[in-house]
C-alpha cells in the first residue's frame, strides 16, 4: 500500500468551504481522476484519507494537508496534477509527496497566519500588538457546544508583528496587516482569539471583519521561532533511499561473462 501526502488550499470564495464541504469534493476529484484508493472495512467502506488540523470555515489557506492511502503504486507529481484538475478553483493540491516517515499530524505544532485589517490604521494596530505582546495573558471568551469557555489567547502567541499592505492591494482606506504565529494547543487559540484579544487589552475593533489566511503550519522552531515544512522529512527520506540505491547499484558486482 502505498501513501501520498498532499498540500493543498482554501482560496477566494472557496475559503467558506466547511471542512465537510472539502471533503465531498475531494471524494468526487479523486472518483473523477481514478485514484486506486484503498478502502476501510466494515459495512460502509470509505476510502483511506486523513485530515490533519483543518482551517476553521471562512478562513483561507495556503498549508492545509492530508494524506492518502492507494492500492497501486503512482507518482505523486502526476497523481498531484490529475486531483488539482479535478477540484474547483481555488481549491488547489499544490504539492504532494510519498510518505516515508510516520506522524505528519505530530509535525504540525503551529501556523502563520495573516490578517488583513481594513479600516484599521497601521500605528493603532503596532501600538494594540505591543500591549498584547507584552502582556502576561489576555483572557478572552469563546462560545462552545458546551458554553461559554474562558481561557489565556496570549500564551500560545510565539510572535506577533505587522506588516505593511501588500503593494499589489492598494486602497484609499487605512489598513493593518498582523503576521502572526500562534502554537497548536489545547484549547486551540485561532485567529479570532487574537482579535478578540487585542480588543480587550488595546480597544482594537476592525470596522468589518479581518480577511485571515493561513500561509503556513508544520513544526515550530523554538530557536528560531519559524515553521518549518512537514514534508520536508519525507522528501529528505526520498533522497536518501534513492542516493542509497544508486550506491548499492554501483558497488554491486558484475556478473560474469556480462558485457
Not at 83 to 103: K, M, N, Y
Request: aromatic letters at 4%.
Amino acid at each position: 500500500m502505498q501513501r501520498i501526502r498532499l498540500r493543498y488550499t482554501k482560496r477566494g470564495r472557496l475559503r467558506f468551504t466547511s471542512h465537510r464541504d472539502f471533503q465531498r469534493a475531494f471524494e468526487r476529484a479523486l472518483r473523477r481522476a481514478e485514484v486506486p484508493m484503498a478502502y476501510s472495512a466494515g459495512f460502509t467502506p470509505h476510502p483511506k484519507v486523513s485530515y490533519a488540523n483543518a482551517a476553521p470555515t471562512g478562513t483561507g489557506s495556503e498549508a492545509e494537508y492530508l494524506e492518502i492511502a492507494l492500492t497501486e503504486t503512482r507518482d505523486p507529481d502526476k497523481l498531484r496534477l490529475l486531483l488539482d484538475e479535478s477540484l474547483p478553483d481555488g481549491l488547489d493540491i499544490i504539492d504532494a509527496v510519498e510518505a516515508r516517515t510516520s506522524g505528519l499530524a505530530d509535525r504540525l505544532t503551529a501556523s502563520v497566519w495573516e490578517l488583513r485589517l481594513d479600516g484599521v490604521d497601521p500605528a493603532d494596530a503596532q501600538r494594540a500588538v505591543a500591549v498584547f505582546t507584552t502582556a502576561e495573558s489576555v483572557e478572552v471568551r469563546r462560545k462552545t457546544k458546551n458554553g461559554v469557555r474562558t481561557f489565556d489567547a496570549r500564551s500560545a502567541v510565539a510572535h506577533l508583528e505587522t506588516h505593511a499592505p501588500q503593494a499589489d492591494r492598494p486602497t484609499d482606506q487605512p489598513c493593518a496587516i498582523l503576521r502572526l504565529v500562534v502554537r497548536h494547543v489545547t484549547p486551540a487559540v485561532r485567529p479570532d482569539d487574537v482579535l478578540s484579544g487585542l480588543r480587550a487589552v488595546a480597544d482594537l475593533a476592525p470596522p468589518v471583519p479581518a480577511a485571515v489566511t493561513r500561509l503556513a503550519q508544520g513544526l515550530f522552531d523554538e530557536e528560531t521561532g519559524t515553521v518549518t515544512d512537514p514534508l520536508a522529512p519525507d522528501r529528505e527520506a526520498a533522497v536518501a533511499l534513492s542516493t542509497a540505491a544508486s550506491a548499492a547499484a554501483a558497488t554491486a558486482p558484475v556478473p560474469e561473462g556480462s558485457a
